[in-house]
């Protein structure tokens, strides 16, 4: 199910938050009601840690992470670095880059098989990649642009590119990525997704620009639909045996 | 290098959700024309002042432009009058039907605009143009009195014959001069032109300078003052005096100019070709010079005298000059002597060539003429009895007398001041135009239907290749004047 919500005033809720299927990281603001509705849709299946990263509020892209690591950029201090160690599960394992390109969420995007790069990544930094999130690593370009973490959000179950991505690169990706992308377009026609929209497996968060046309196309490539009541009474209705012959 | 080939896909309206090809804003044409309208800042409707006599309309804060229904120019008008905020492209414009008499024009305009993100959204939207009556200052001065004239060109000779006048209508025609006159009134001694402007009665006097030596003068005559904008409305004249030597008159001129002593004009232009008749040279004298010390003629035209030759005795063998005068000995008499008397005249002459013995000549009769001149009376001695001034062929024309012409003229409508006939001077005129080619070159002639031509041993008339056919509305024009 896809929430629509504001960050004081911003739609760009993918900027000031990053959600995976193991936890939730949040900024800071100056009133509570952002973190609030965070609260209320995750704090009993997953932590939802309100911080910041390089004493900035721009969580969402300076960061990168699934289920099983989180990776921060080389302006994180110390301190920083520490709260969330606290803060996340032991699953999860919390490590510093050095990178050139220190906004790692807009240069990466991944899920928790498969990530996307910017093409001129260090060697190193894809390694680390491999490593902590254990996924699998694929240098790629997004409708010409290389901050592939910008232009595209993609869970376990589908994604959602830039609009001017054509279709053999939309076939070329989905075979990469083994799931299911659609070409769209999040708050009101923006381009940017991943500025727009932050996606996991069972939930979305969206600016409140976005309209009900996006809305559904968001719901249904990310088989959001599926999570809802209704749709598992349908699936179980089937094996269900009403009378027995 | 190998570029795959990119197909576009299509994503879905962020609005309305059809599919479409992806743009910068990312929304149908429909959605961005719902949410953007780039004709907001326009003008719908406009007023154009429109004269209903002359179809033009205006420009302000004083001009008048010709606009017809449904053209260029009143397109061009109408767009120059949208005032265009915004620097917002057109692209295309055309009018829409509406009644001729609805008083109503609709122009359909198509603009285009960048809104949002870089779409350039493209949208068609119709003007209104109501055309209010207005009647332009010229028409309306017209109204008021159709005979006002502002300018006058008087042309004034002070000869007693009209052939200057009959040819420079000829011009006149030929050159359409005349076209912006509003009046022509022919007088004794002269012709006027009534003009509703200055400048065309200036262009027109400068015209006639071209053809003949002229003197001018022209004065102004105040006809109202309006004190509160300072427009002072006059009445111009322009007194045009022609110089009163024509072709073929006998002159002797002041010495300080240093021509000769008896000369027969016989060219007319910007300046006057004078023939010396003892040295068969020609001589010009510019228009400036002659008036400063105007000299009138001894004796013109209307004194010539018919005279036989009777014999003629060839002088120069040989012509030096290229001319077409050559000297000789003849012996005439006056044809109201012939046969009567034996008064034979011995003279020199300058049409050796072209005379015969047998001829008739026209020339003046010096003995028996009386002039009154102060230069002739110093030459007194010398002066030759007869001057022969040029063939005559009155017997061939005595057989065409009341026959027709091949050709005829055309003539400007003059109103005619008094009761003259001048028909005889008509046909000297006509004759003249006959005999002489180079008087025909800056006329035009036209052929004349009824015509029958003769057999017989005709005067010198005017070849067919040079007539022009009367232009016919079906008929193209026929035009073989060399």
Wanted: glycine share 4%; aromatic share 8%.
């Amino acid at each position: 199910m896809a929430t629509r919500l504001r960050f004081e005033n911003s739609c760009e809720i993918g900027v000031f938050t990053k959600l995976t299927n193991a936890y939730c990281l949040v900024a800071n603001e100056g009133s509570e009601s952002f973190y609030s509705i965070f609260e209320s849709e995750l704090a009993d299946v997953i932590p939802v840690v309100r911080t910041t990263i390089g004493g900035t509020r721009i969580v969402g892209r300076l960061c990168i992470g699934n289920k099983k690591g989180l990776l921060l950029p080389h302006t994180t201090t110390d301190q920083e670095l520490e709260h969330l160690r606290n803060s996340l599960p032991d699953t999860v394992v919390v490590q510093r880059i050095n990178e050139k390109l220190s906004a790692l969420g807009n240069c990466m995007a991944c899920n928790d098989h498969v990530a996307l790069t910017h093409t001129d990544l260090d060697k190193e930094t894809e390694e680390m990649i491999a490593d902590v999130l254990g996924v699998e690593v694929f240098r790629q370009t997004i409708a010409g642009n290389t901050l592939v973490g910008s232009y595209c959000a993609f869970s376990n179950k589908g994604g959602l590119v830039h609009p001017h991505t054509s279709v053999e690169d939309l076939d070329e990706l989905s075979t990469l990525l083994q799931v299911p992308l659609v070409a769209g377009t999040v708050n009101r026609g923006s381009e940017v997704i991943a500025g727009g929209l932050t996606v996991n497996d069972w939930t979305a968060f969206c600016g409140s620009d976005t309209t009900a046309t996006e809305l559904s196309v968001i719901e249904n490539v990310f088989k959001l639909r599926e999570a809802r009541p209704e749709a598992i009474a349908n699936e179980m209705k089937k094996s269900l045996i009403d009378t027995y012959v | 290098m190998f570029r795959v080939q990119q197909t576009a896909g299509s994503v879905l309206c962020c609005t309305c959700g059809i599919p479409m090809a992806p743009n910068a804003a990312n929304m149908c044409a429909t959605c961005l024309r719902s949410q953007v309208d780039i004709t907001a800042g326009f003008q719908r409707h406009l007023t154009i002042i429109h004269c209903p006599e002359c179809d033009r309309s205006l420009q302000p804060p004083r001009t008048w432009l010709k606009t017809p229904l449904e053209s260029k120019e009143l397109l061009t008008f109408c767009l120059k009058r949208l005032n265009n905020p915004n620097q917002i492209r057109l692209i295309h414009a055309e009018f829409i039907w509406t009644e001729p008499h609805s008083k109503r024009i609709k122009v359909k305009l198509k603009v285009q605009k960048e809104v949002l993100n870089g779409v350039v959204l493209e949208q068609a939207y119709i003007v209104e143009y109501i055309l209010q009556n207005q009647m332009c200052d010229s028409c309306s001065r017209v109204q008021a009195n159709p005979v006002q004239w502002v300018a006058v060109v008087q042309l004034r000779q002070q000869v007693a014959h009209r052939r200057t006048f009959f040819y420079l209508e000829q011009l006149i025609l030929k050159h359409d001069a005349a076209m912006r006159a509003i009046r022509i009134k022919q007088t004794n001694r002269g012709i006027d032109f009534f003009f509703a402007n200055r400048s065309h009665a200036s262009n027109f006097v400068v015209f006639v300078e071209i053809f003949v030596p002229i003197r001018k003068r022209y004065g102004k005559q105040l006809v109202s003052h309006d004190t509160k904008s300072n427009n002072y409305n006059y009445k111009y004249t322009f007194s045009v005096e022609i110089c009163p030597i024509c072709r073929e008159d006998l002159v002797c001129p002041p010495p300080n100019l240093a021509l000769g002593r008896l000369l027969i004009c016989t060219k007319i232009s910007t300046g006057i070709e004078f023939l010396d008749l003892l040295t068969l040279r020609h001589r010009v004298l510019e228009a400036k010079e002659y008036w400063r010390t105007p000299f009138t003629s001894l004796l013109s035209s209307k004194q010539l005298v018919e005279f036989v030759v009777l014999d003629l005795n060839n002088l120069d063998k040989v012509n030096v000059s290229g001319s077409k005068y050559y000297m000789a000995d003849v012996q005439v008499a006056r044809v109201s002597d012939f046969g009567k008397n034996d008064t034979i005249f011995f003279v020199r002459t300058h049409l050796g060539q072209i005379l015969k013995p047998g001829d008739y000549a026209l020339g003046y009769d010096l003995r028996a003429a009386n002039m009154n001149d102060m230069e002739l009376d110093k030459y007194r001695g010398e002066i030759p009895e007869v001057i022969l001034v040029k063939k005559s062929y009155e017997e061939r024309r005595k057989k065409q007398r009341g026959k027709q012409r091949s050709w005829k003229l055309k003539t400007l409508n003059m109103e005619v001041d008094g009761d003259e006939t001048m028909n005889d001077e008509y046909e000297e005129f006509c004759r003249d135009l006959e005999e002489n080619p180079e008087l025909r070159f800056n006329i035009s002639l036209y052929r004349n239907e009824e015509y029958q031509p003769s057999n017989d041993d005709d005067p010198p008339s005017v070849p067919l290749e040079e007539l022009l056919a009367d232009v016919k509305l079906n008929d193209e024009d026929d035009e073989m004047m060399g």
